[in-house]
């Protein structure tokens, strides 16, 4: 069990712009590849910073910036490929940033990662949660018996049912599914046998 990677969905650069970009291009390349930002690079391909439609929109009413290094947003928050998607969205939401740069070792561009790259995890089907969970999380990692418990997901809510033979694993089990990619909540609805016929 583990959280996926940033590069495994993070989007490759397509589209970076240096700082001497003219604004109308930035414009023309936002629309054409559809997207609401783009990475600008200095000339060894490291990003310096970001701009964002919402950069464009707040100069061109009242004017006076012309180029990619005027509007930007710097420095550029970046990301690196092998960060968990869940480390990654901590940074987003500490840095308030919708997107990240995904650099490599010598702070190169290889991607971007957006909110909606991170989204797509919860449209992550019900019964691949639920095979990671009685396969990944109660045999492999807790050695339950599948038996025991049963996982019912819906719309990325889990419901965990049954009986376990020791309380202190009810914790353990809730927060590691919870740490599955595309669970929304759980419910739990476990017990334990008490100790005493657990001794027995």
């Known amino acids: 069990m583990r959280h996926r990677s940033v590069a495994e969905l993070m989007t490759p650069t397509a589209v970076t712009v240096r700082p001497a970009t003219a604004f109308k291009e930035i414009a023309r390349l936002l629309q054409e590849y559809d997207i609401t930002a783009v990475p600008v690079v200095d000339g060894t391909g490291c990003p310096v910073g970001v701009v964002s439609e919402a950069d ?8 006076g910036a012309s180029t990619a290094g005027d509007l930007m947003t710097s420095p550029a928050v970046t990301a690196r490929p092998e960060w968990s998607v869940v480390r990654a969205a901590r940074v987003m939401q500490r840095h308030g940033v919708k ?4 650099v490599d070792a010598h702070g190169r561009i290889t991607g971007v990662l957006s909110r909606s790259d ?9 019964h691949a ?3 990671e969970i009685v396969e990944d999380v109660l045999t492999r990692v807790l050695r339950i018996a599948p038996s025991s418990v049963t996982v019912d997901v819906e719309d990325g809510l889990v419901t965990l049912s049954g009986t376990v033979h020791r309380a202190e694993l009810l914790p353990v089990i809730v927060r590691l599914c919870q740490s599955v990619d595309g669970v929304v909540d759980v419910d739990n609805r476990l017990t334990s046998v008490p100790a005493a016929a657990d001794r027995a």
């Not at 464009?56 to 004017?63: A, E, H, Q, Y």
């Not at 997107?99 to 995904?102: G, M």
Request: aromatic fraction near 8%; avoid cysteine.
């Open 99 to 102: 997107r990240l740069p995904v």
């Open 129 to 131: 949660i639920q095979e």
């Open 118 to 126: 991170l989204i797509r995890l919860f449209l992550r089907h019900d």
């Open 56 to 63: 464009l929109l707040r100069r061109r009413f009242p004017g």
